[in-house]
């Protein structure tokens, strides 16, 4: 007897994969291909687009022949991405140049010719300027390469540009599209003020969708090379960190929830827009329709960790396998490194690290701002140095923690996902840093998660999103999956006077002009 399944299809910074759902919620398979993109030493970070068709083949190809044994019958497929990046394509969807990244600073320039607008665009936005978003990077193909934006049809997102290769359609769902600078926030549409700002051709922008509806059928051609039936329905579940907001319940604003991938993204619910006077941090549209998140951002996070990895013990600099997928930053690959954390005390003997590898985000959004070992001695350890990797990546959260409960009232527990959260130490190290309980659910894949969440209510299997999740949680449970709480320790009390020791040292390095130096 045949159950119902869903091929959620996950594209991150790093790696792509495709993860088959059983009609519980319970992940039955996960297929993964590494596919990091290209960081160049003067701020450029790029990826080869094509890459991803043969790869997108290739984790859907996997999850097919696991619902085989599994007696599941795939029902539809349901896509997130990473946001923000544009790829240039021409009017058969072939790209023009490499995607430009969301971490890519080439726009820096482009950004402070605009700082006098940044208000009125997080107005309507709810973002400020930035080179993490769209639309910039729009305006500067039309500046810089006038002759290949005169060839471009769509300026595409990676998941609009893999849902033309999945139904042969450049849509884009509003979730993703708050995440441009061009979505108005009320009116839930393109704005043509901020289109006109931008100089960005609106018939290059994708055609809107909600997010969490159908957006087209799979193609015949990528049926027939991943054993998937032809005409399953594609749903656009929303962008990757509204999707893991989802997928570990925020439903409500009783909660937030803590998502540590290549960056860390503190998120927050609120069922109207809200803004930060300064702003510190991002509104945009939940995964969950109807609804807004409150996200404070931290670029480099788990990424930091894996650089720490590989220059200090010689860990491949091209990632971590997929095979290895479980074992990523909890055990296996990375065993050595988490020891020697473990062997160094709270605090890291004094050594303090400021995360900003790839610039500042929230609440400074500084992106002259780097990273910084600070109180190195000779009795410093490789040690001490790994646990002050872990501990800067959770003051940073924490201080975006800190942010959200001032703009949106208190809160409770947080809950967390991500790599870094398979390393209890870790998981601890927020609790003491955060001063709340932290809860790691049994389902960690939390962004694949919330997408089947919203494909599941989509196509029927569950008549909406609470009883969706409630159902993936009750599922887990029966699996085995239990989840796992970390409470304040006596940490907690020497974290508060590191988080104060770290806003004085970034503060100093700020005003004396350090940052930005060539």
Request: charged fraction near 20%; charge should be negative; hydrophobic fraction near 40%.
């Amino acid at each position: 007897m045949s159950g119902s399944g869903i091929i959620t299809v996950d594209i991150g910074t790093t790696s792509m994969r495709a993860i088959l759902f059983d009609e519980n919620g319970i992940n039955r398979a996960v297929s993964q291909r590494e596919n990091p993109p290209i960081y160049y030493s003067d701020g450029r970070v790029e990826q080869d687009a094509r890459t991803w068709e043969g790869i997108l083949a290739e984790v859907l190809s996997g999850c097919a022949r696991a619902a085989v044994p599994a007696h599941l019958k795939i029902s539809a497929l349901s896509l997130t991405a990473q946001r923000s990046s544009v790829i240039p394509v021409d009017r058969e969807g072939r790209p023009l140049h490499p995607a430009v990244m969301w971490q890519d600073l080439r726009t820096q320039s482009l950004c402070g010719g605009m700082r006098g607008d940044s208000p009125e665009v997080y107005r309507r936005t709810g973002l400020k300027i930035s080179p993490v978003f769209s639309a910039i990077k729009m305006r500067w193909f039309r500046e810089e390469m006038p002759d290949l934006y005169s060839r471009t049809w769509k300026m595409a997102g990676i998941q609009d540009f893999a849902l033309f290769l999945l139904t042969g359609r450049f849509v884009t769902d509003r979730c993703l599209a708050s995440r441009t600078n061009l979505l108005n926030l009320r009116t839930l549409d393109w704005d043509p003020d901020l289109i006109e700002l931008f100089g960005v051709d609106r018939g290059m922008l994708c055609e809107l969708v909600d997010q969490g509806s159908v957006c087209g059928r799979l193609l015949p051609g990528l049926a027939s090379a991943t054993g998937l039936p032809a005409g399953l329905p594609v749903v656009s579940a929303g962008g990757d960190q509204q999707c893991a907001a989802l997928g570990l319940g925020l439903l409500a604003a009783d909660r937030i929830v803590a998502n540590t991938g290549t960056g860390s993204y503190i998120i927050g619910h609120s069922d109207h827009p809200v803004l930060d006077e300064r702003e510190r941090v991002f509104c945009n549209l939940s995964a969950l329709p109807g609804a807004y998140i409150l996200e404070a951002g931290t670029l480099t996070s788990g990424t930091v960790y894996k650089w720490f990895a590989q220059n200090f013990y010689g860990y491949p600099a091209d990632g971590i396998s997929g095979q290895d997928r479980e074992n990523d930053q909890g055990k296996g690959r990375f065993s050595d490194v988490n020891a020697d954390a473990e062997s160094s005390l709270p605090g890291a003997h004094g050594l303090i690290l400021i995360p900003h590898f790839k610039g500042a985000g929230a609440p400074h959004w500084n992106p002259d701002s780097r990273g910084v070992f600070y109180n190195l001695t000779l009795s410093s350890t490789r040690g001490d140095m790994a646990r002050a990797v872990l501990e800067g990546i959770a003051s940073e959260m924490a201080e975006n923690i800190d942010l959200l409960e001032e703009l949106a009232g208190p809160i409770g527990m947080v809950r967390v996902s991500g790599g870094l959260t398979r390393f209890g130490l870790f998981n601890q190290i927020q609790a003491d840093m955060y001063g709340r309980l932290v809860v790691r659910p049994g389902e960690t894949e939390a962004t694949a998660l919330g997408a089947w969440i919203s494909a599941a209510a989509c196509t029927g299997l569950y008549p909406d999103h609470a009883r969706a999740y409630a159902a993936a949680e009750a599922g887990a449970a029966t699996a085995g999956h239990e989840e796992t709480e970390y409470r304040p320790g006596p940490a907690e009390a020497l974290y508060a006077g590191l988080r104060k020791k770290k806003k004085i040292l970034y503060a100093a390095l700020e005003k004396s002009g350090i940052f930005g130096m060539d």
